[in-house]
């Protein structure tokens, strides 16, 4: 039932594109309605998965022979990683609907090409045959372009062009390495789960893992190879810098997770440490950065790479609780970064026509949008990792198992979440509580939408659900690390490492 | 288990559905967001008192009365985080003290904000601190309580930053979030250190709790870098976030700037319960830092880091107060200098006797702040103690309530809380093994606490009102936000309404009978937290009485000298220099610069901060980025080295090729043009060239 949520996002836009083009509201309607069903058997998905958990946790959806000569398989599955990921990706896209209902340049298009992202996310969380998942993972990328160097702002085709190349880039590193893979690994498949049985040889596994890993991680904003996040998000157009943050930026961490990480434990035990670091410089570097920028969207992009960060550092933690928190990070940062570009590309710039610190000062938001005030400030603290959002408890878990792995990196781990402090606090001064009385009063802005005020409330809650109960999603994520567990369990074992 | 143990969490959860409700109610719902606010805050406090009650009745044994309750919040793995909460008699005794505290506030709020235009949203931000903050203090887990201390801080931030439009408030208010968060970090590492070790939070959990026996053995046996013990090294990583939150030196910085807030804030937040959140922290995790490695005798690191950390900020606030102008901030260097007090306390005489002071504190500084909010309600908005001056007859009840809470912070004796319980702790620093030092710094302490507090009330309550005067640039900064001014403005001091008078009364009868609590002769509250039954003796005051009376004598001496220099009518004009300034020109600039601690943060902390994020920055934005424009540019370049070999080498060899073949073809064409007499003068010209060659061959 799982796999109806790729073939939904596709359905919709097949009926988009062959609506006549004068029907915005037809347009508007058919996107949301397919994303709503998305997200409907998403969480029917996940509910059905934990209420009658499979015993190997491993939920099989459809498995038929694609191309027989080459071993190919039409093999979707899901585990609890997968379900975490597939729940965001529907709550983020009927979010992302509602806050582009205001897009009246070739409204229908811009709809098809959103559900065709979406349609390829989905496949993507939910492909067990790493051909297939490779497949889908180049179909996001093609809608991703033209959403930006259409409907963009800012250097959008600078922007787009940016984020295709290294998406490009990252591919081809996957690419080279699942070819070499199949041909070391002889099985005359892709998939997954025959893979997970292979011992490869160390040799190859050291060389293969950061090929992969990088490959993926590119994606996830992995420093040094994060520069198209900031630029690509500024230059997005509001729906797409949400699903870029909210969800593209995962397919690189679920990849590098679920591929190069579970295929080769070998390689990542002599990587761990470089990782690591690496994924530390980003927490920092991202939010130092984040500290000095002009342009309200950069903060948010720079802080994405801060927080990606977590979830790397999370992942080379190697521990139950630092993995398990790095995925709930995914899902968290998934939301709260969605939430956090909603309010500065739709509420904010899609009214003022300026995402300049210094002007936005000067307009005092919070009394002419006061939702908006209210929500970034709610946002801004979940962002920040205060407890009661579900930030704190994805962060703590990271920082857990850091201290456990390598307790140094977890001082500057911490040291990064205070200039998160300071940089969401000052931006969020300058943008919404500035003081300039004596200005003569700003033409009014348009008054805060019901679409906007849903996607908002639809984002609070769930993050806010998150923080007070955890364990909702730790129960779908917690079973795919066991020890013995088919395939993440050799993360977890010990020994081989 | 008692019902009401079993039911604590309602304490802090009808404030918090207060503030929800109150969240999502209109602006102009006044009335409802007040009721529900101080109606919640009153069921919280019966409850409190309840439980004090029941914490009260004698146990048979003799240990201390103690129920937990505790839950799973979220398991990872065969691990659990677990939260729950504990009646004891420190939870017990801060739970009333807050609950009533809070509850006096928030009427006098009433009164105190009741121009303002976002009156609902304050008391949203009231209920939530309140909720928060009594969350802290009955959790049985250190996740509890660090969710409540961050939350705590989320509420003070909003509060301070309430009047946002000021740029000074707005700026306070980060600049009190981020301080905080630095001490936090430490806290979050320790908890993160501490739960790595010993695997569980929650401090009392039948033998098993992280404060318990058992895993504080396992604490001390282990040593990590330097030799330091485990325990230590918690120890002082949870007392960063203390020293944050309560402003103890060098993060003492955030805590004046906080006085931007409404005084309301000022009064609970800043003065009476958050800021004392981190004694308490100390207070419940002392069985942490009284834990020595079995080889070691003696007091603990921990403590002694703790006790010198208190005094030495009870002594460096104080003489910031000195020079103070501001009626608020007079009070809120007080504030951290009696902080330091309670810190000392804890260090060198054990939870019941910083807590003690910590108790008596909240009232008179309650009392204090809201006596100068009402000042500032009555006088226009001033808070410059310059142009203050001779309110005493206007504003009776204020003056004598402010007297008392004066008298009691100045430590005056025998019927003033605050002399007993700094009494005590001036008693434990004088018996202290390790050092005689702090015992005279918190003399020195006590006797700049009675000068500076002369001052204030000279210059603000004695001669001549000195206001009025200026033009109203400055003034009133309620009725500007407000929709239409609220009242006329008035040229003289009036006294404030009964909503806010009546707290100040009910304050000032706690701030002079709670010190009976504790006295040589009956240390009721001593025994009470140590579990013992308690009896009057009168004996015990032979061994107590050179201390009290050298205190005394400190004490006296300050509020003589600052009658000296500032009583009678030595205070005239607004514009005239401060009488010490005249005495100590040098010492009294400093002074009033605050030591300069804020210029050189600025010159080194916010400077290198600023430094690191503009090289990073700049590294993303020329290094990386011309990284990625030269790789995109090579390849832009291959490209057309490329395009050119195409076009000139592979390309003009094939034209080239193709051109000559045509050429060719054409000059062959051009003689098969199909004209008879062509071929037949082509035969002609070869017959007769045959002709040639054959005869000149000689063959023919």
């Known amino acids: 039932m799982l796999a109806w949520t790729i073939y939904l996002s596709f359905f919709g836009m097949a009926v988009l594109m062959l609506l006549p083009a004068d029907r915005p509201r037809a347009a508007r309607m058919i996107a949301l309605g397919a994303t709503l069903a998305g997200l409907a058997f998403a969480v029917s998905g996940v509910l059905q998965y934990r209420n009658h958990p499979p015993a190997d946790t491993i939920l099989t959806i459809t498995q038929v022979t694609w191309l027989r000569s080459l071993g190919l398989q039409y093999f979707l599955a899901a585990d609890g990683i997968s379900l975490t990921l597939v729940l965001l990706t529907g709550i983020v896209a009927v979010a992302g609907t509602l806050f582009s209902w205001n897009v009246e340049h070739r409204t229908k298009e811009f709809f098809a090409f959103y559900l065709a992202l979406i349609g390829g996310v989905y496949g993507v969380f939910l492909s067990f045959d790493l051909f297939l998942l490779f497949v889908f993972y180049e179909i996001a990328i093609i809608p991703k372009y033209f959403l930006i160097a259409i409907w963009g702002s800012t250097r959008k085709e600078y922007g787009a062009m940016k984020l295709a190349l290294y998406s490009f880039i990252g591919s081809a590193m996957v690419l080279v390495g699942l070819i070499a893979t199949y041909v070391v690994a002889g099985t005359h498949s ?10 490869f040889p160390r040799s190859f596994q050291v060389w293969v893992f950061p090929l992969m890993f990088v490959g993926f991680a590119i994606l996830a904003g992995l420093w040094p190879f994060h520069t198209w996040a900031p630029t690509g998000h500024v230059a997005a157009p509001t729906a797409a ?47 130092l950065v984040a500290l000095v920028q002009q342009d309200f969207k950069f903060v948010i992009g720079y802080s994405s790479v801060s927080h990606m960060g977590f979830v790397l550092l999370g992942l080379m933690t190697l521990q139950t609780v630092g993995l398990s928190g790095a995925v709930l990070q995914m899902f968290s940062h998934g939301i709260i970064a969605g939430l956090l570009f909603a309010v500065v590309g739709r509420m904010v710039y899609d009214r003022t026509h300026t995402r300049d610190l210094n002007a936005l000062e000067e307009m005092r938001l919070s009394k002419a949008l006061p939702f908006a005030a209210g929500t970034f400030v709610v946002a801004g603290a979940a962002s920040m990792g205060l407890p009661g959002f579900s930030g704190f408890v994805a962060e703590l878990q990271v920082l857990i198992g850091a201290w456990q792995a390598f307790p140094s990196y977890a001082v500057l781990a911490g040291v990064g979440i205070i200039i998160g402090v300071a940089y969401l606090l000052r931006a969020q001064q300058k943008a919404f509580f500035g003081d300039m009385p004596e200005k003569p009063a700003e033409p009014a802005l348009d008054p805060i939408t019901i679409p906007e005020r849903l996607g908002a409330l639809l984002l609070l809650a769930t993050t806010v659900a998150v923080g007070l109960y955890p364990q909702f999603l730790l129960d779908l994520i917690l079973p795919a690390f066991h020890p013995n567990a088919p395939l993440m369990g050799v993360l977890t074992r010990g020994g081989v490492l | 288990m008692p019902w009401i143990a079993q039911y604590l969490w309602l304490i802090p959860v009808l404030p918090l559905a207060a503030a929800a409700i ?63 909460w504990v009646l004891d008699p420190l939870s017990a005794c801060m739970t009333v003290m807050v609950t009533l505290v809070s509850l006096l506030i928030f009427i006098f709020s009433v009164g105190y904000m009741q121009p303002d235009e976002n009156f609902t949203r304050f008391f949203g931000f009231l209920s939530l601190f309140a909720a928060a903050m009594l969350g802290l203090v009955i959790a049985n887990s250190l996740l509890l309580l660090f969710i409540g201390w961050e939350l705590v801080g989320l509420a003070s931030y909003l509060l301070i930053g309430f009047w946002y439009h ?35 939070l929650l401090f009392y959990d039948g033998g098993n709790g992280c404060l318990e026996a058992s895993a504080l053995n396992l604490l001390t046996a282990q040593t990590t870098f330097g030799g330091m013990a485990v325990s230590t090294a918690i120890s002082l990583l949870i007392f960063c976030g203390a020293m944050g939150k309560s402003g103890q030196v060098p993060l003492h910085v955030w805590l004046p700037d906080a006085m931007e807030g409404p005084t309301p804030v000022s009064a609970l937040i800043h003065a009476a319960t958050m800021v004392a959140a981190g004694v308490f922290l100390v207070a419940r995790v002392y069985p942490l830092l009284d834990a020595n490695p079995a080889q070691l005798a003696g007091i603990s690191t921990a403590l002694k880091v703790i006790a010198w950390v208190g005094v030495i900020t009870a002594v460096f606030a104080a003489c910031i107060a000195v020079a103070q102008t501001d009626i608020k901030r007079i009070l809120a ?36 702040f809201l006596g100068a909010g009402s000042v500032i309600h009555g006088c226009q908005e001033e808070q410059d103690i310059r142009r203050l001056g001779g309110l005493k007859p206007y504003m009776p009840i204020t003056f004598a309530t402010y007297a008392i809470g004066m008298m009691a912070l100045a430590g005056v004796p025998v019927f003033f809380s605050g002399f007993w319980s700094k009494d005590e702790i001036l008693h ?59 009242q006329p403005p008035q040229k003289h001091p009036h006294e404030s309404p009964w909503v806010m008078t009546a707290p100040l009364i009910v ?23 140590n579990g013992r039954h308690s009896g009057v003796d009168f004996s015990r005051l032979r061994e107590a009485w050179p201390v009290m009376a050298i205190a005394t004598l400190f004490v006296v001496a300050g509020l003589g000298l600052g009658w000296r220099f500032y009583g009678g009518k030595r205070i005239v004009r607004a514009e005239q220099a401060d009488p010490l300034e005249a005495f100590l020109p040098g010492v009294f600039a400093v002074l009033r610069r605050k030591f300069l601690v804020d210029e050189g943060y600025e010159a080194t902390v916010i400077r290198g901060n600023a430094f690191a994020a503009a090289a990073m920055n700049w590294l993303d934005r020329h290094v990386w980025e011309t990284g990625v424009l030269a790789i995109g540019y090579l390849t832009l370049g291959l490209s057309w080295a490329s395009r050119l ?25 051009s003689v098969q043009n199909g004209q008879i007499q062509s071929y037949l003068r082509i035969v002609a010209v070869a017959l007769a060239l045959l002709v040639l060659l054959l005869a000149w061959g000689g063959g023919l």
Not at chain 2, 22 to 27: D, K, P, S
Not at chain 2, 28 to 55: C, E, K, N, W, Y
Not at chain 2, 649 to 669: E, H, I, P, Q
């Open chain 1, 190 to 199: 892709f998939n997954l789960l025959d893979w997970v049985q292979v011992p």
């Open chain 1, 241 to 287: 810098s949400m699903l870029l943050a909210g969800v593209v930026m995962k397919l690189g961490a679920y990849g590098a997770l679920r591929v190069a990480m579970t295929l080769f434990p070998m390689g990542v035990a002599v990587w761990q440490d470089p990782i690591a670091i690496l994924a530390l410089i980003g927490i920092v570097y991202g939010a």
């Open chain 2, 22 to 84: 109150i969240a999502i109610c209109r602006q102009r719902r006044r009335r409802l967001a007040a009721s529900l606010a101080i109606g919640s805050m009153a069921v919280s406090f019966l409850l409190a008192v309840a439980a004090l009650a029941l914490t009260l009745h004698p146990r048979t044994s003799e240990a201390v009365w103690r129920e937990t309750f505790s839950f799973s919040w979220f398991e990872f793995g065969a691990t659990a985080l677990q939260l729950g």
């Open chain 2, 166 to 200: 000021k740029p000074s408030a707005a700026a306070a208010a980060k600049k009190a979030f981020i301080t905080t968060r630095i001490g936090d970090l430490g806290f979050l590492l320790g908890m993160v250190w501490w739960y790595a070790s010993s695997g569980t």
């Open chain 2, 333 to 368: 260097y007080s504030t951290i200098s009696q902080l330091g007090y309670m810190m000392l306390g804890i260090g060198v005489g054990g939870v019941a006797v910083g807590m003690f002071h910590l108790l008596t504190h909240a009232f008179f500084k309650a009392l204090l």
């Open chain 2, 428 to 486: 434990q620093a004088m018996a202290w093994p390790v050092s005689r030092v702090p015992f005279y710094l918190g003399l020195i302490g006590a006797f700049l606490t009675a000068f500076y507090m002369t001052r204030q009330v000279c210059y603000v309550f004695g001669g001549a009102y000195r206001g009025g005067h200026r033009d109203n640039a400055a003034q009133n900064l309620k009725s500007k936000t407000s929709e239409e001014p609220s």
């Open chain 2, 507 to 529: 304050l000032a009868v706690g701030a002079l009978l709670l010190g009976f609590l504790g006295t040589p002769v009956w240390p009721w509250f001593h025994d009470y937290f």
């Open chain 2, 645 to 669: 070999f195409d076009d000139y080498v592979v390309n003009l060899g094939f034209d080239t090729g193709c051109d000559r073949v045509r050429k060719s073809a054409k000059l062959l064409s």
